[in-house]
């Protein structure tokens, strides 16, 4: 019972510490995959519209809800991702899609901020 009690206090708290950024008030946060990095990507979406965020190194798509964000453990250097606004429930289709390519240092965290002007 211990163990269990110690591993949500940690879930818990890890949770608290990648979304402790002022602008993820009352927003989720997921870690998607490599919760132990090195380096961190970190996607907030705040559109009215769900997300996709592809990264074609890893062969990733993870769909990002309304009003949430994503941690993702990546390899330190250079990396891309496509991040497209999905015009259905599946995000089986896409109306925008800007590709992006942003450099992952060891023990730190990219963010990208996907609101109204981020497709303009």
Same mark, same amino acid.
């Given at each position: 019972?211990?163990?269990?009690?110690?591993?949500?206090?940690?879930?818990?708290?890890?949770?608290?510490?990648?979304?402790?950024?002022?602008?993820?008030?009352?927003?989720?946060?997921?870690?998607?995959?490599?919760?132990?990095?090195?380096?961190?990507?970190?996607?907030?979406?705040?559109? +009215?519209?769900?997300?996709?965020? *592809? !990264?074609? @190194?890893?062969?990733?798509?993870?769909?990002?809800?309304? =009003?949430?964000?994503?941690?993702?453990?990546?390899?330190?250097?250079?990396?891309?991702?496509?991040?497209?606004?999905?015009?259905?429930?599946?995000?089986?289709?896409?109306? +925008?899609?800007?590709?992006?390519? *942003? !450099?992952? @240092?060891?023990?730190?965290?990219?963010?990208?901020?996907? =609101?109204?002007?981020?497709?303009?």
């Amino acid at each position: 019972m211990k163990l269990i009690k110690y591993l949500i206090f940690t879930f818990i708290l890890f949770s608290l510490y990648t979304c402790s950024d002022s602008s993820l008030t009352n927003k989720d946060c997921e870690v998607v995959i490599n919760p132990n990095g090195p380096g961190f990507l970190k996607v907030i979406n705040e559109i +009215n519209s769900k997300i996709e965020v *592809f !990264l074609p @190194e890893y062969a990733l798509a993870a769909i990002v809800r309304t =009003n949430t964000c994503e941690i993702y453990g990546l390899n330190t250097g250079s990396r891309k991702a496509e991040i497209s606004i999905c015009t259905d429930s599946d995000c089986d289709t896409y109306s +925008n899609t800007r590709k992006v390519t *942003f !450099l992952i @240092e060891n023990g730190k965290t990219y963010v990208i901020e996907v =609101n109204g002007d981020y497709f303009n």
